[in-house]
């Protein structure tokens, strides 16, 4: 089966950074577009950064286009989240996802999801 396991999360100030992580299982990155999707508090789940089968990046929410970015590990297989410059604005539940092979911002193109892992940016 394949299981993606999304951590990382936690309480960070304004400002501060973090960076999440997604272990992928059950099938390469290499043949595989990742995908960083976020729900905030009263908001719908939103696609905000992907990297495709390529290594190409894409990102769908211009409000973190120059504070977040992603970057693996293949020999852990492993997707990680950096993201800086944090606000309150960003306080989420974060989520990867797994798709073959082209990002998409939507979330219903992903078939496999990791459980979330939560983000509270607050004094």
């Known amino acids: 089966d394949v299981q993606l396991q999304a951590s990382g999360g936690g309480l960070v100030q304004p400002g501060g950074s973090l960076r999440l992580s997604c272990v992928v299982s059950g099938r390469t990155l290499g043949n595989s577009a990742i995908g960083w999707f976020r729900r905030a508090p009263g908001k719908e789940r939103e696609g905000i950064l992907c990297?495709?089968?390529?290594?190409?990046?894409?990102y769908y929410d211009d409000s973190v286009e120059d504070r977040f970015t992603m970057s693996r590990d293949d020999a852990k297989n492993t997707i990680y989240l950096q993201m800086n410059g944090l606000s309150p604005e960003d306080t989420a539940v974060y989520y990867c996802a797994a798709r073959g092979y082209r990002c998409s911002r939507d979330v219903i193109a992903f078939r496999f999801w990791g459980q979330g892992t939560l983000v509270t940016v607050s004094s």
């Open positions: 990297v495709d089968d390529n290594d190409a990046r894409i």
